[in-house]
T-cell receptor
Framework: KQEVTQIPAALSVPEGENLVLNCSFTDSAIYNLQWFRQDPGKGLTSLLLIQSSQREQTSGRLNASLDKSSGRSTLYIAASQPGDSATYLC????????FGQGTTLQVKP | DAMVIQNPRYQVTQFGKPVTLSCSQT?????MYWYQQKSSQAPKLLFHYYDKDFNNEADTPDNFQSRRPNTSFCFLDIRSPGLGDAAMYLC???????????????FGPGTRLTVL
């Protein structure tokens, strides 16, 4: 059974810092891995999708990597801003999405 | 423009009183999903429709049912809500059902259900 784990559960950083969020999964037979952002009380916004054959994807200040063999993905956020404060969820697709529990990020001004 | 719309955004119901949550989409996607997300937990898939084909997750309680009358709309019916059903309910759509390396899901804003 696929399990997705995100560490840390919460993270607080000063504005301007570069940071890395971690996601691990137990079964490498995935179609893709996606990172989502969720603001309090809101739905999910897709940030990046990495196909199983890809190693990384970039969008603006965000860079996501995927290492299927080790069952790991990272989301790198450069030059963090207070507006980046949210919960970040990773999810693997194996015919359906299996989510991690998320990392709640707070960026302090 | 909103692509996945959920109504209402907040729903309060009484213990045991049936409630229906609504989802509509303007993306013309084949697949629609319903997730339950309890506080500080990961979203959990309840079921999905591929066109008119209904796919129920094995551990979804019988208390939860769904209808998809057309491509654009999908409803979540909770027949007899219990206190444990209080959660955020998320609707999502995708072009194809799982198994694609390139497809992503688009989520609505969610409906927060309170059970009194």
């Amino acid at each position: 059974k696929q399990e997705v784990t995100q560490i840390p559960a919460a993270l607080s950083v000063p504005e301007g810092e570069n940071l890395v969020l971690n996601c691990s999964f137990t079964d490498s037979a995935i179609y893709n891995l996606q990172w989502f952002r969720q603001d309090p009380g809101k739905g999910l916004t897709s940030l990046l999708l990495i196909q199983s054959s890809q190693r990384e994807q970039t969008s603006g200040r965000l860079n996501a990597s995927l290492d299927k063999s080790s069952g790991r993905s990272t989301l790198y956020i450069a030059a963090s801003q207070p507006g980046d404060s949210a919960t970040y969820l990773c999810a693997v697709s194996e015919g359906k999405l299996i989510f991690g529990q998320g990392t709640t990020l707070q960026v302090k001004p | 423009d909103a692509m996945v719309i959920q109504n209402p955004r907040y729903q309060v119901t009484q213990f045991g009183k049936p409630v229906t949550l609504s989802c509509s989409q303007t993306l013309n996607h084949n697949v629609m999903y319903w997730y339950q997300q309890k506080s500080s937990q990961a979203p959990k898939l309840l079921f999905h429709y591929y066109d008119k084909d209904f796919n129920n997750e094995a551990d979804t309680p019988d208390n939860f049912q769904s209808r998809r009358p057309n491509t654009s709309f999908c409803f979540l019916d909770i027949r007899s809500p219990g206190l444990g059903d209080a959660a955020m309910y998320l609707c999502a759509t995708s072009r194809v059902a799982g198994g694609s390396s390139t497809d992503t899901q688009y989520f609505g804003p969610g409906t927060r259900l309170t059970v009194l």
